[in-house]
C-alpha cells in the first residue's frame, strides 16, 4: 500500500501533535482540545484527515467517540520507513567493501624477522 495518505497526514505539525497525543492516551475530541492550542472544529478535522489516512480509528463510548492509534496505517509507515533503514545499511556495507577494497594491505611482520 502506498505510504502517500499517513505522509501528507503526518506533514502537518497539528496533525502530527494530535497523533502524538492519540498514541500516549486515547481520547475524546474534548479530551484533545483541552491538551491543544487550537479550537475544537480545528481538532476534529484534523482528526478527520487522520482517519482518512487510517492512522487513529475511533469508536464509540456513550455519547463521545475515543481516538487511538489505527495499527493499520501505523503499520504502512513502519513498513515504509524499515525499507530506508534497509537502504541505509545496504549503502554502508557497500561504502565499507569499496573501503576495503582501496586500503592497500600491509604486509605482516614475523617478530625477529628482517625487513
Known sequence: MD???QLHALADPTRRAIFDLVRAQPSSVRELTDRM???QP???QHLGVLLEAHLVQAERSGT?????P??????????WADTLWDDALDA????AQDEHLRTPSTPHHQHGAPS
Not at 463521545?64 to 487511538?68: M, V
Not at 489505527?70 to 513498513?79: M, Q
Not at 554502508?92 to 561504502?95: G, I, K, N, S, T
Request: glycine share 8%.
Open 64 to 68: 463521545r467517540r475515543i481516538y487511538r
Open 42 to 44: 480545528a481538532v476534529s
Open 3 to 5: 505510504v502517500g495518505a
Open 92 to 95: 554502508f556495507v557497500d561504502a
Open 70 to 79: 489505527d495499527r493499520a496505517g501505523v503499520a504502512i509507515v513502519r513498513a
Open 37 to 39: 492550542p487550537v479550537s
